[in-house]
């Protein structure tokens, strides 16, 4: 079985940048996705298929992959971008989705 | 624009079963694009995948929970459901619906994205 590794917070200064990552072995064949999830509020696709960003995204969000670690990027943190993220990929199963434990974003 | 609404009971009795339905709008639960699935939320707590299942009928469950679950489709009304039977404090969750597209890129490299997903669904179990 495998497992998804978030750090548990990070912080970052209004506008300027921050990365999350995910790691885990199943990222070597698995592009992840990523959510964000404000408080009392169901979880946002941020970023699909490792880099790819749905319609009504800000451009100041990206995704990268390589190797077994996955990354969101945050360039020019805004105060409402401070919320939990989190990622996803799959177990060894196909079918078995695993999501990371989460990094809660604090924008000073 | 595609929504998903949850629905059912917010209190459950311990060794009871846990019930709840999704309602689809926007898209159909027969869309051979995507699988529907159950996602939970513990109080403070990071997600939890329960399972998904797909037209025709076939699903595929957390193995944690697979001996416990059961998925359903009801085409006519677009809805599909989850049973969680003997919960337990440990199932108090916010239970959420969500699409999910599974993608294969070739050579061995998949993805999932879940969107959109309901507004969630709190289930506490207590007597």
């Known amino acids: 079985s495998s497992e998804l590794t978030q750090d548990p917070a990070v912080s970052v200064a209004l506008g300027q940048t921050v990365r999350i990552t995910c790691q885990g072995d199943s990222l070597r064949s698995y592009h992840a996705s990523w959510y964000q999830q404000k408080p009392g509020q169901a979880p946002v696709l941020v970023i699909y298929g490792k880099d790819n960003r749905p319609s009504g995204i800000p451009d100041r969000f990206s995704g990268s992959g390589s190797g077994n670690t996955a990354s969101l990027t945050i360039a020019g943190a805004q105060a409402e971008d401070e919320a939990d993220y989190y990622c996803?990929?799959?177990?060894?199963?196909?079918?078995?989705?695993?999501f990371g434990g989460g990094t809660k974003v604090t924008v000073l | 624009q595609v929504q998903l609404q949850e629905s059912g009971p917010g209190l459950v009795k311990p060794s009871e079963t846990l019930s709840l339905t999704c309602t689809v709008s926007?898209?159909?639960?027969?869309?051979?694009?995507?699988?529907w699935s159950w996602i939970r939320q513990p109080p403070g707590k990071g997600l939890e995948y329960v399972g998904h299942?797909?037209?025709?009928?076939?699903?595929n469950y957390n193995p944690s929970l697979r001996s416990r679950v059961t998925m359903s489709l009801d085409t006519p009304k677009n809805q599909f459901s989850l049973k969680l039977t003997s919960v337990t404090a440990a199932d108090t969750a916010v239970y959420y619906c969500a699409r999910q597209r599974p993608f294969y890129y070739g050579s061995g490299t998949y993805s999932d994205w879940f969107d959109p997903w309901g507004q969630g669904n709190l289930v506490t179990v207590s007597s």
């Open positions: 299942i797909y037209s025709g009928g076939s699903t």
């Open positions: 996803n990929s799959r177990d060894s199963n196909p079918h078995h989705v695993l």
């Open positions: 926007g898209d159909s639960v027969s869309s051979a694009d995507y699988y």
